[in-house]
């Protein structure tokens, strides 16, 4: 037993040290692009913060809300933490300092890490919508599962409230697919389709806009092609989420399945 426990901890550390240097590496290389592309990402982060605003804006109206945004200036040298709290969510930005789009599996690497509040599981998402889920945390860096996998299937729903699940065919980086969907209900090219509360995202966070839906007849389903609302050719910036009522939820429904 003392063996066993010791290789795993040893094989922790080797990880740990792997993902650090890892980490490092990608940061440099990321810093040249960052250096040259940033007027660019800086007009970004601007109509970024436009839209953020604007939503802010609509859920004033809203008499339940619990908790007020922390707005920070960030500046390109900034490597402190920040965080915009509101509602039962926590936001921390967080840059970009790695990310494929070519394989089967995706990952993207984060400049923050567990002494940044990170944790596994942890909702990702862009300005203009889903990213992916934390996977791998070290002290100063983060992996994040992308939503570019085969392996993922995340709850989403149209706009009329008709639920199904989003996935990737691990074609192109620009577009995803909603499955099981009743071939029956209407679906129009522009229409978007959003997150549930059902996954590890918040409710409501854009997965992309129809671009063309095909019949699967044997199946009696929809298939609901999207143009991705997350460009991941140019990520640079992202918002990684947390949940302060998952603990509660997850102890809640555990027990009920112990019953």
């Known amino acids: 037993m003392l063996i066993e426990r010791t290789n795993s901890l040893q094989g922790n550390d080797i990880v740990s040290s792997a993902n650090t240097v890892s980490g490092l590496v990608y940061k440099k290389q990321n810093d040249v692009v960052y250096y040259f592309g940033l007027r660019k990402m800086n007009d970004s982060l ?10 802010i804006d609509q859920w004033h109206s809203i008499d339940t809300l619990k908790d007020s945004l922390v707005q920070i200036k960030i ?5 402190s933490v920040h965080i915009v709290k509101y509602a039962d969510y926590l936001y921390r930005t967080a840059r ?8 089967s599996d995706n990952y993207i690497t984060l400049n ?8 596994k599981n942890m909702a990702v998402i862009s300005g203009t919508g889903v ?8 002290a100063h860096y983060s992996s994040v599962f992308s939503i570019l996998s085969g392996k993922q299937k995340v ?12 996935v990737w065919d691990e074609k192109s980086p620009d577009v995803l697919t909603m499955v099981e969907v009743p071939k029956h209900v209407e679906v129009k090219k522009g229409d978007s389709v959003f997150t549930t509360s059902f996954s590890y995202f918040p409710p409501d966070i854009l997965f992309g806009t129809v671009i063309k839906t095909e019949i699967e007849q044997k199946k009696g389903i929809k298939l609901i ?3 991705s ?8 910036y992202v918002y990684v989420i947390e949940n302060k009522m998952a603990f509660e939820k997850k102890m809640l429904e555990d027990s009920a399945k112990k019953k």
């Open 46 to 55: 601007l109509n970024e913060n436009a839209a953020l605003r604007k939503k």
């Open 75 to 79: 500046l390109p040298t900034d490597t």
């Open 96 to 103: 970009v300092i790695n990310n494929s789009i070519n394989a």
């Open 112 to 119: 923050r890490g567990s002494k940044d509040g990170i944790t």
């Open 131 to 138: 990213v992916g889920r934390v996977e791998h945390v070290s």
């Open 155 to 166: 709850s989403a729903k149209l706009k009329g409230g008709t639920t199904g699940f989003v």
């Open 225 to 227: 092609y999207l143009q």
């Open 229 to 236: 609302s997350t460009n991941f050719h140019n990520l640079q």
